[in-house]
């Protein structure tokens, strides 16, 4: 598991995280955090998909707990994952990246109403990262470096961990998610 706050807390840099890694690591880990995702969901229900979560993560503007729909996440962390995935692209192709240029697009979460939905969104960003990772250069220009606002320099390589890092870093929400959708539909003494 990647932990981006060991960047963010200066105790890790992001190049040291991801040396050693290869292109080969990032077509493994992408599979295993899609696949990862899919055992959390295993077993929901359409209505668990769009079931509205307490979060106890308080907005401190508005002390708002309302949580994030297992659709919301799955909207979010694929756009994520799938921005820092053509952001690794543009890089490993040797052009260089403005770091405020965001090559993201999140499908609206309102469009994913069913398991089925959610699934097929998991699954088409599976494909779009691998085809992303299948377009790299056969040399990539893996010395061509993005300056990260707030994680520093990164590679094609680092920049496509960045994605699996936040999708990662998302799975103890997606259980969360998934604890209160199940506990909810059956409660407990009936």
Known sequence: MFDLGLIFR??????EMTAGLT?????????????????????????????????PAKDPATEDTTGWTLAHLAAHTTASSE??????????RGVTLLPEL??????????????????QRLEES?????????AWPDEPHLDNVLEHPRLGAA???????????????????YREVMRQAITARNPVGI
């Open 23 to 55: 292109k080969a690591d990032l077509y493994r880990l992408t599979h295993e955090v899609i696949d990862e995702l899919r055992l959390i969901v295993a077993e929901a229900t359409d209505d668990d998909v769009v079931f509205v979560p307490v979060d």
């Open 10 to 15: 200066k105790q890790k840099t992001l190049a």
């Open 83 to 92: 921005d820092a995935a053509e952001s690794a692209l543009v890089l490993a």
């Open 126 to 134: 599976r494909r779009m990262r691998v085809a992303m990772l299948d």
């Open 155 to 173: 590679t094609a390589i680092s920049r496509f961990i960045m994605g699996i890092a936040h999708e990662q870093g998302q799975t103890e929400q």
């Open 102 to 119: 965001r090559l993201r697009y999140e499908v609206p979460e309102e469009s994913i109403k069913t398991v089925a939905a959610m699934v």
